[in-house]
Each structure stands twice: as structure tokens, then as C-alpha cells.
């Protein structure tokens, strides 16, 4: 199996930055389209941002385009998420996913049923 870890929440006001990092562990990692997702209280499970196995090709929910970047380093079995000029309506738990079939990376997916292994999430909120 793959244990994934996510880090780098927290509080910060509207505009400012975080950087949100998930360490992936267990089973082979740097073949995977790995994937950001947030949850917000009373809202469903929502995509973020995806990236394929060798970072070339990515994916972002239209609400982030411009605003976020996801990359990843396998030699360090991790995936980021840049986060810059935060809104209160970004304010969320965030995931960090993982999709093992290969196929994927064809073409990167955004729901939550193509996504195997799931990180215990980081709270960011960001305040007005």
C-alpha cells in the first residue's frame, strides 16, 4: 500500500502563501498521477490540482488556475502545492491523493473515485 502524509497548513490572512508538501511512502511512487484535493465543512470532497508521473503535464480546477502550482520530486517521494494569494474561500482541509493505474497519465483525472490512496489532510484557513 502507499501511506501518504501531508504538512504545511495553517492560518494566514487573505492574499498571503503557503506551501503544502506530501510525503509518499510504502509502495512505488514516481509512476503514480498524484493529485490535491480540499474539503470544506458541509461541502463535498473537491479536486484541486493533478500531476502526472514525470511532472510534465498538469491539471487544475478552474477556482485555483493562476493562483496554485503542484510539482514533485520523485527522488524525494513527494508532491507540493504552492499556494499564493489565498482567498477565505480557500479555507479547507487539503489531501494529497494517489492514483495507481497507469493509464492516468494519459490523462489526468479529477474525481474523487480515480484516486486509491488518500493522505489524513492539513487544515488551511485563511482569514479575512
Known amino acids: 500500500q502507499v501511506q501518504l502524509v501531508e504538512s504545511g497548513g495553517g492560518l494566514v490572512q487573505a492574499g498571503g502563501s503557503l506551501k503544502l508538501s506530501c510525503a509518499a511512502s510504502?509502495?512505488?511512487?514516481?509512476?503514480?498521477?498524484m493529485g490535491w484535493f480540499r474539503q470544506a465543512p458541509g461541502k463535498e470532497r473537491e479536486f484541486v490540482a493533478a500531476?502526472?508521473?514525470?511532472?510534465?503535464?498538469?491539471l487544475y480546477a478552474d477556482l485555483v488556475k493562476g493562483r496554485f502550482t503542484i510539482s514533485r520530486d520523485n527522488a524525494k517521494n513527494a508532491v507540493y502545492l504552492q499556494m499564493n494569494s489565498l482567498k477565505p474561500e480557500d479555507t479547507a482541509v487539503y489531501y494529497c491523493?494517489?492514483?495507481?493505474?497507469?493509464?492516468?497519465?494519459?490523462?489526468?483525472?479529477?474525481?474523487?473515485?480515480?484516486?486509491?490512496?488518500w493522505g489524513q489532510g492539513t487544515q488551511v484557513t485563511v482569514s479575512s
Open positions: 510504502g509502495r512505488t511512487f514516481s509512476g503514480n498521477v
Open positions: 500531476i502526472n508521473w514525470s511532472g510534465g503535464n498538469t
Open positions: 491523493a494517489a492514483d495507481l493505474n497507469i493509464s492516468s497519465n494519459f490523462a489526468l483525472g479529477q474525481g474523487v473515485h480515480q484516486y486509491d490512496y
